[in-house]
């Protein structure tokens, strides 16, 4: 059965799903991606997000020169925002969709929230921390928004 209904989106890049009884395990060639059903898919793409964003989240971490807390990850599915800090409990929640776009819009909202462990508000300031730590920041917010 082939799923033509939907574009699938993996990280910016446009794949076909294609259900298939006879694959053990997802496979992912060029602009196809195999799986045996829905439920294998998602529970693919779950692992692959947690992994993914919490790779991502420490490489950016380690990168502020700023004393910042350690922050916790979750993830959840949030229709209005790509990101969420709170200060008080350390969690930085992104937003489990931004895995439909590139890396650089996953990782533009890490840094815009490891940016509020320094600037709580969106200040000048603010503007000015993301900035230092991702310069082509105006660019990638473009690319949410559209």
Do not use: A
Request: glycine share 2%; charged share 30%; with cysteine.
């Amino acid at each position: 059965r082939l799923n033509n209904n939907k574009d699938f989106y993996l990280f910016g890049k446009k794949y076909n799903i294609v259900y298939d009884n006879n694959v053990c395990n997802v496979i992912i060639n060029n602009y196809e991606i195999r799986v045996k059903n829905e439920n294998e898919l998602n529970k693919y793409i779950d692992s692959l997000i947690k992994e993914l964003f919490s790779r991502q989240l420490e490489i950016w971490y380690n990168k502020f020169d700023e004393n910042i807390p350690i922050p916790n990850l979750k993830i959840r599915k949030m229709k209005s925002r790509w990101g969420v800090c709170n200060t008080k409990n350390h969690n930085v929640t992104l937003n489990y969709y931004l895995y439909k776009y590139d890396l650089d819009c996953l990782d533009y909202v890490i840094v815009h929230e490891l940016s509020h462990f320094i600037e709580g508000n969106h200040s000048k300031s603010f503007w000015k921390v993301v900035n230092k730590y991702y310069p082509n920041y105006k660019e990638v917010r473009k690319k949410l928004r559209s």
